[in-house]
């Protein structure tokens, strides 16, 4: 049935070749591309898919003063939510949870702060090991003994946060 429609189509005994189609018409009153004045700025650096967060660069840390009074602050401030045996463990967690990474979130959800042997810092935290600008090894002395505590930052504009307790040589 096709068939017969295009050959009957082209038995129509006319030689005329049709015209081409006209081309559209342009505006001269402005370009042709919309002003990317208008367009809402691309994000700075990588969106990433699952969560919508946009990545773009980050500061690399280094080891200065700043870094140290700030990675000396942390441990302090760590340890005084962390050796706090007296306290029911949602008010523990809530002033503890702040200053910890997402993995160590994850390890400390399920301490019993009443089984912390440490209840007051007896001295200033010591920074032991600065070999890498994004991790900091700070012992903190406790009337329990020398805590050991691994700070870690994603980069230098932000907090060190604490990624592991190290319990005094004879504490379980």
Known sequence: ?????????????????????????????????????TFTPAPQG??????GEIHGPRTVPTWNESSRQSAIAAAQTVMLAYARP?????????????????KSTQDYAYV????????????????????????????????AGMYGLILSRV???SPWLTSRFILPDGVN
């Open 112 to 143: 019993d702060p009443s089984r912390i042997v440490a209840t007051t810092i007896t001295g200033p935290p010591v920074i032991t090991d600065e070999t890498s600008a994004y991790v900091a090894y700070v012992d903190v002395p406790t009337n």
């Open 1 to 37: 049935m096709i068939t017969a429609a295009v050959v009957l189509a082209g038995c129509t005994g006319t030689t005329e070749t049709p015209e081409p189609a006209s081309p559209p018409s342009v505006s001269t009153s402005g370009p042709i591309f919309p002003d990317p004045s």
């Open 46 to 51: 990588a969106i990433d898919e699952d969560s």
């Open 86 to 102: 007296d306290v029911g463990f949602d008010e523990w967690w809530a002033n503890l949870q702040p200053f910890l990474d997402q």
């Open 155 to 157: 980069d230098g504009d």
